[in-house]
């Protein structure tokens, strides 16, 4: 492959921008995601059905700590239903355990406050070590919590706890109902979620959203990959192995396109890119039946058209071939994600959890902490309902970072404010028997439905739901009493969370930041490395590996550094278009690789070696934000990414700091 053919003119490269200032307002704002009917309609079951039983049999507070455990639902996301089973399993058992622990710590204030900063440390830690999605450590807090507050009194705990126990076991039958009409639909989703993303970047290139889009894209492969690895057969083998084998197919052959794109997004734009990205989409659209019609047309007018979007256009071709069951699928090859699931085994995830780099203990540290001192203060001046303080805390900490918690902290306690209006006009109705089961269900289903949108409109039907059950509990209390504990707690305990986040470990990926970067540049020299010593692809393929964990990591490491501080972190905000730089320098490589060049002689292979070595030491060592770069050895091999070098070379030397605080000063 001949990669002179193309001038730097013809390069469709976007500009990095600056982040925005954080703003208060993005704590109202409400995002454009598509509503969840499913977790809608299934939390609502979840939890209607069990305390409708309960009333049914005459014991209404049995029922409602029956859909205490029919909180297990909130926790399915697009796993696997075979991961889901595994996982929803110890859910169940975990808010089971926690409301039996919070019953038996109910005997003594101390060991109870302990043990509300024991809970959420250990549930934290647990569910960012397995990578749990959800809503973290909450609503374990909200079981232990719940515990709490039962009477002293043994000999009825047992059929307690029971009740909690079937809930969850009746959440996790709901859960799963969905294998039985269509069990590999969540593996549909996750691949049709890479087409739709590979459609988008395909018809962005050049634009400001580009860069966003190409991270992504590359994001929703790997989280496929993890998907179709967990990924078991149900039902027809033969029948199911081939849709499984096809959609891991397909992913597989979603990076050869994602990689061809980077390679035409050197050249100028062309007519037959527009039609390419609506072949792409219409895959996404079918793998989500959203399109019945299995055969997708996909012209190239060879007029015009250089090699690298022949080459996008056959790899796509091939793709919708795939699709259509035209291509034998018995040499597919082996998902990347399935080995990386069988190298991952208890001990590695130990050694990650306390290696130098983790960020997990820090974390389920800072969460058991501010708990803990949440329950401290409630329980200290013995407030009324003291265990929604601690509680509150565990829901402002689930935005993770200070920006998000802040965020939180605001729309907890407007929907809060607003929640209990509408709380005490229900209460207001005497809620009794049916009416008080179809309430909460009612409720739950508009607020699964609405959560990710925004989370101060879920908070406001939140709000008298937990009213609803706080009086059928504990009917001997009035709602007034409720009325004004919920409110005052949920101030104490959102104050306690951002003041807790502000001063414990806050600024954990701004102090990490600077080491993810020097890695991933560290990983992308290996790279062109190997790629200037005309090394077999197969012995790049761990590299390739290594180097897209390093981007990705690169990225998540920075969004989170920007959102520790409201006013954005100078020196990190300064980073951005280094950091924008180095991820497209990383990907371009890992295109590039695939055209290798004739063999470089040694000396010029040393020279590449000592330079990304004093690069990355520039990057990681210097007190002053990388100001001692090397100059960019000559790269006649491959121009454009000598081209990207000098570029992330430039950002790393001019003034970006005084720029950035120009910008944010």
């Not at 590979?198 to 966003?212: H, K, P, W």
């Not at 007018?301 to 056959?314: D, K």
């Not at 960019?632 to 700091?657: F, G, K, M, T, W």
Request: with cysteine; aromatic share 10%.
């Amino acid at each position: 492959m001949d990669h002179t053919q193309f001038t730097h003119d013809n390069r469709r490269r976007p500009k990095h921008q600056f982040p925005k200032k954080a703003t208060y307002r993005e704590a109202f704002r409400i995002k454009p995601i598509p509503l969840n009917w499913f977790r809608g309609i299934g939390s609502a079951i979840s939890v209607g059905i069990p305390s409708l039983i309960g009333f049914l049999i005459g014991d209404p507070a049995l029922g409602i700590l029956a859909s205490v455990g029919g909180f297990t639902f909130l926790y399915v996301s697009n796993e696997p239903y075979s991961q889901r089973a595994v996982r929803l399993f110890w859910i169940a058992l975990g808010l089971t355990a926690s409301f039996a622990l919070g019953a038996l710590s109910s005997y003594n204030d101390v060991l109870l406050v302990l043990m509300f900063g024991v809970i959420g440390f250990l549930s934290t830690m647990l569910f960012k070590l397995f990578e749990f999605v959800g809503p973290g450590g909450l609503f374990i807090v909200l079981a232990y919590a719940i515990g709490t507050s039962m009477p002293h009194d043994l000999a009825v705990l047992g059929s307690k706890v029971l009740s909690v126990l079937l809930g969850a076991i009746f959440a996790w039958i709901v859960a799963m109902t969905g294998v039985l009409v269509n069990p590999y639909r969540n593996e549909n989703k996750a691949v049709s979620a890479v087409y739709q993303s590979l459609a988008s970047l395909l018809s962005s290139i050049g634009m400001d959203t580009y860069t966003e889009r190409q991270h992504q894209t590359a994001f929703l492969i790997k989280q496929a990959e993890r998907t179709l690895s967990h990924a078991k057969l149900f039902g027809k083998r033969n029948r199911n192995n081939y849709v499984l084998e096809k959609l891991v197919r397909l992913n597989a052959q979603a990076e050869v396109i994602f990689l061809s794109i980077l390679d035409v997004s050197q050249e100028k734009k062309h007519e037959m890119e527009d039609q390419i990205a609506k072949s792409l989409q219409t895959m996404s659209n079918q793998l989500r039946d959203k399109d019945k019609e299995k055969h997708i047309k996909v012209q190239m007018s060879e007029e015009g058209s250089s090699t690298f979007l022949r080459n996008l256009y056959a790899n796509v071709k091939f793709a919708c071939e795939i699709h259509s069951g035209t291509v034998a699928l018995s040499s597919a090859p082996a998902s990347s994600g399935a080995e990386e699931k069988k190298n991952v085994s208890g001990t590695d995830r130990i050694k990650k959890l306390f290696s130098r780099d983790s960020h997990i203990p820090f974390v389920a540290l800072r969460y058991g902490t501010i708990i803990f001192i949440s329950a401290a203060i409630a329980y200290g001046f013995h407030l009324n309902r003291s265990y929604w303080v601690p509680l509150s805390s565990a829901a402002v900490m689930g935005g993770g970072t200070y920006v998000s918690n802040l965020h939180r902290g605001i729309q907890r306690s407007v929907g809060t404010i607003i929640g209990i209006w509408i709380g005490a006009a229900l209460l207001w109705l005497k809620p009794a028997g049916l009416f008080v089961s179809l309430t909460l269900a009612g409720l739950q289903f508009i607020v699964e439905l609405i959560y990710a949108r925004n989370y101060s409109l879920a908070v406001m039907f939140i709000t008298p739901s937990t009213l609803l059950i706080g009086t059928t509990i504990n009917p001997a209390l009035t709602s007034g009493y409720f009325i004004s504990a919920r409110l005052f707690d949920i101030i104490i305990g959102s104050i306690v969370a951002i003041v807790g986040t502000a001063l414990l470990w806050r600024k954990i990926s701004s102090k990490r930041l600077l080491t993810v970067f020097s890695d991933a540049v560290g990983k992308e020299g290996e790279m062109l490395i190997s790629m200037l010593e005309s090394e077999h692809t197969p012995m790049q393929a761990p590299k390739h590996q290594e180097l897209q964990h390093a981007l990705l990591q690169l990225r998540l490491v920075y969004d989170r550094a920007l959102a520790e501080s409201l006013r954005r972190d100078v020196k990190v905000t300064s980073l951005s278009p280094a950091v924008g730089d180095c991820l497209h320098l990383g990907y371009m490589l890992l295109a590039a690789s695939r055209h290798p060049s004739r063999e470089v002689a040694e000396e010029r292979v040393y020279e590449y070696k000592v330079y990304f070595e004093r690069l990355r030491h520039s990057i990681k060592e210097s007190e002053n934000l990388c100001m001692d770069v090397p100059d960019v050895p000559s790269l006649p091999e491959y121009p454009l990414i000598h081209e990207d070098l000098a570029r992330l070379n430039h950002s790393l030397r001019n003034e970006a700091i005084k720029k950035g605080m120009e910008l944010h000063g």
